[in-house]
């Protein structure tokens, strides 16, 4: 299986092209008002034309209700919906039935005891994504450049594709892969040069270190 790498928080043509061409999987998009790289549906709707299926399109909302998946529905047409935010299992269900669209359940990670919730969201969600749990006065629960400790997945027993993100960059990516064999990895600040700033050559070099990281550890495997 080949790792899938998502650029997180694009809000502009050109660095979503920079993500694009430098061979991002995936593609997010946040529709969350107090992040630092909300779009509006009409931005929403011109960089969602602009992926033309080069890459999943992801839209990033926490505890939306229906209403507004509706119109992010309408704008971006989502490939999938990350639900970022406390949504319960049931809402999960909703969600999917009433999109038809595969969910990917952000997990905030701080200890164990975080992944206690695994089975009841394994059962209903197409994808994990673990995350560093914000702190309790964060404005937002993710997107805050933070890691979490990847050592509290190495013995994880999980029949879903999982991905990991929080505090990932170029530099760090192959060591959190390595420990949490995690078939994907997400970022936003680590690819960026102030909150909401993606910087093109920080993107490149992301994908390029999670594409050698992966060829590493296909070496490694057949010695
Ligand atoms: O990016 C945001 O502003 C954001 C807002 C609300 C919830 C999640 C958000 N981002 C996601 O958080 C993780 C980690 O990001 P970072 O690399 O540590 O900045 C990632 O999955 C983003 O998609």
Partial sequence: ?????????????????????????????????PSPRHLSLELGRDLGRQVQRRALKVALTVDADDATLDNIMDALSPDIFQLHGKESVARLRDIKHRFGRPVMKAVPVATSADLAVLPGYAAVADRI????????????????????????????????????????????????????????????????????????????????AARASKDASQESSVR
């Fill in 1 to 33: 299986m080949s790792l899938l790498v998502k650029i997180c928080g694009l809000s502009t043509p050109e660095t979503l092209e920079t993500a694009l061409g430098a061979g991002a999987d995936m593609v997010g998009f946040v529709f969350f008002p």
């Fill in 129 to 208: 994504l673990f995350d560093a749990r914000a702190p309790k006065d964060a404005t937002r629960p993710g997107g805050l450049g933070e890691p979490f400790d990847w050592h509290l997945l190495e013995n994880l027993d999980l029949k879903l594709p999982y991905m990991v993100s929080g505090g990932l960059h170029a530099d760090n990516l192959a060591e959190a892969l390595r420990v949490t064999r995690a078939g994907g990895v997400d970022v936003s600040s680590g690819v960026e040069s102030a909150p909401g700033l993606k910087d093109p050559e920080m993107i490149k070099a992301f994908i390029r």
